[in-house]
């Protein structure tokens, strides 16, 4: 079924043609409508018709309700103030959305009548580094992003911009030519840890050492020369970080494609004579840049785009080019989300800018969006550091989320086998972690503590696992077989906390459009937290079990368990069915 808004908004444009047939065609024709708890719904509308229809807002509003009239769908409209129209939509209409949420699969949320390519870039960690908390925060949120697009039916296209290219493996390699060259080779293998230990190792020496960086520079250009032993070990390199990469996807349940950096290589020399065949560029200092209006630096100074360094080498910024460029041309994207940190806006700005002026994309076709997020602090206030220290490995966090769960799990529920309280802190460890992201606007610098993500009550995962698992329990407890339920009954909904909640369920869609609009997930969970609210309100004020209205509250806590983890699941939440 289309959303109550999108209904009222019908409706009242079929209204405001049949008061004001004048507005044919006019671009005055507005129709305002947001969620109110005066009433439902309010439509601000008769304000701004008034001046162009010369008339006060008030008789426009009372236009506006006669031309309405009496309607199946709407219960009470009321005009107030200057002339707002307060709008109480009908239970009858209200219980029909909710019967048709648990009959339908897709929980009557509407199929977009044209399917998006949509690109969502997260994760993107670099070779031979660990994932650090930031990395964590692009994993998540993007990961919801594109559970999002796929549940809307989108075709949706994961990509992990793995940074899997540069002069850096120019003296790993040649320091672990030195001090690794079994791993190198192939004979043994290693971890990321000791990958991260050589790196440093590396950095230091070719500071200190000019023979040293000599040879890794030599290293590069056998690399960037495709030389195949170079190669070789630089494939041996990413094959490490891949290895532990892929653990933390694992335990977070994620899906990405690697598309890192070296895929764009070979594209690169051919951008940069597109870029300067098109008039872009600008040499400066000996560097191919892009000059654009309005990008500077604190200084003041014009921040250029650097397409190709002094030296001939390319880097972040061509390979952004590039990138951008294929995703249009090659991979045909309707729309591309990149989720990293807000640090690295201005690049995105400028690129975006770029691809504008060398023709890439146009806006009008292609969205593109830059979801940015803040820092992960620590109960401090300070910049997250794992206990270890300045190496957080987000692995021992996840791991140790599930400890903190585990033993709220044994405390809470000591009946439960050992297997039984481990499989669920699992779960519960890193939804919490997921959660406690999500719910936090991101572009706020957000609070990692395992004791407030964990809490029974408020906005957590655990609050809401709760409800859901309440719900479960309700259907044991009546030993309702939900499909004989559905043959027999229809929901009927007439207590005000039924009306209220099966709203806020007619609401989902809602959500979901204004999600895909303004990518931020705690639009959904502060959505789940109200339902969860509004159920335990619901199940406070009415008797489901043995009362007259029991098939109609099964169905009920049906479509409320049905939405919730549908809800859940688009953050990559794992539900349990006991706890
Ligand atoms: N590898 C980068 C980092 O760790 C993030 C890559 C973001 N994506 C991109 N297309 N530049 O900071």
Same mark, same amino acid.
């Given at each position: ?56 807002? &008030? ?40 019967? *048709? ?315 439960? *086998? ?33 004791? &407030? ?43 005000? *906390? ?82």
């Amino acid at each position: 079924m289309k959303t109550p808004i999108t209904t009222l908004a019908e409706k009242f444009k079929a209204a405001t043609l049949k008061a004001f047939p004048q507005l044919e065609g006019s671009p005055d024709l507005v129709v305002e409508l947001s969620p109110s708890t005066h009433g439902h719904y309010q439509a601000n509308s008769a304000m701004k018709l008034a001046k162009p229809l010369k008339q006060n807002p &008030r008789q426009v509003a009372e236009a506006l309700v006669r031309a309405i009239g009496t309607d199946p769908l709407i219960d009470k409209l009321e005009i107030a103030g200057p002339g707002f129209i307060n709008i109480t939509l009908s239970a009858d209409y209200l219980s029909q959305f909710v019967d *048709s949420v648990i009959r339908d699969p897709h929980l009557s949320i509407e199929i977009p009548q044209k399917k998006q390519r949509i690109i969502v870039e997260f994760s993107s960690p670099n070779t031979a580094k660990e994932l650090h908390v930031g990395h964590l925060r692009s994993t998540i949120i993007g990961d919801s992003l594109a559970r999002l697009f796929e549940f809307l039916g989108h075709d949706v296209v994961r990509l992990n911009h793995v940074g899997d290219w540069g002069t850096q493996f120019g003296m790993l390699i040649a320091y672990m030519k030195e001090t690794a060259p079994d791993v190198l080779s192939g004979k043994s293998t290693t971890d990321l840890t000791h990958l991260m230990t050589w790196y440093k190792a590396a950095k230091a020496k070719f500071d200190a050492d000019p023979e040293f960086k000599k040879r890794s520079q030599q290293e590069v250009v056998a690399l960037q020369g495709g030389q195949p032993d170079a190669l070789k070990a630089w494939g041996i390199i990413c094959d490490i970080s891949r290895k532990a990469y892929q653990e933390i996807y694992d335990l977070l349940d994620v899906k990405l494609n690697e598309r890192g950096e070296s895929f764009y290589n070979p594209m690169l020399p051919g951008i940069v004579a597109d870029l300067e065949h098109k008039g872009l560029v600008t040499v400066s200092d000996g560097a191919k840049c892009i000059f654009l209006e309005g990008f500077r630096n604190r200084e003041g100074n014009i921040l250029p785009l650097m397409i190709q360094k002094s030296d001939g080498g390319y880097n972040y910024d061509t390979t952004d080019m590039a990138a951008l460029r294929h995703r249009i041309e090659t991979e045909k994207a309707d729309r591309i989300i990149y989720v990293t940190d807000v640090g690295q806006s201005t690049h995105f700005q400028m690129i975006f800018e770029a691809g504008k002026k060398a023709g890439y994309y146009d806006p009008a076709n292609t969205r593109i969006d830059h979801v940015t997020f803040g820092l992960v602090l620590g109960t401090d206030g300070k910049k997250f550091r794992s206990r270890s220290g300045d190496t957080e490995k987000l692995i021992d966090l996840l791991n140790e989320a599930v400890v903190h769960a585990l033993a709220i799990v044994k405390e809470r529920s000591p009946e439960m *086998s050992e297997s039984e309280q481990q499989h669920l802190a699992e779960i519960l460890g890193i939804d919490a972690v997921k959660y406690s992201d999500l719910s936090s606007h991101r572009s706020s610098d957000y609070t990692f503590s395992y004791e &407030r993500m964990l809490r029974f009550d408020g906005n957590t995962a655990v609050f809401l696992l709760y409800a859901y698992v309440r719900i479960a329990g309700i259907k044991r407890k009546v030993q309702a077989d939900i499909e004989e339920v559905k043959k027999k009954g229809k929901v009927k909904l007439e207590h005000p *906390s039924e009306i209220a909640l099966g709203l806020h369920l007619a609401q989902f869609g809602e959500v979901l459009d204004a999600l895909a609009r303004d990518l931020l997930p705690n639009r959904m969970t502060d959505y789940l937290y109200e339902l969860a609210n509004k159920f335990n309100a619901f199940f406070r004020d009415c008797r489901v079990e043995g009362s007259p209205q029991q098939d109609s509250r099964v169905l009920l806590c049906e479509a409320v368990a049905a939405t919730m983890h549908q809800g859940l699941t688009i953050l990559g939440l794992k539900t349990v069915e006991r706890m």
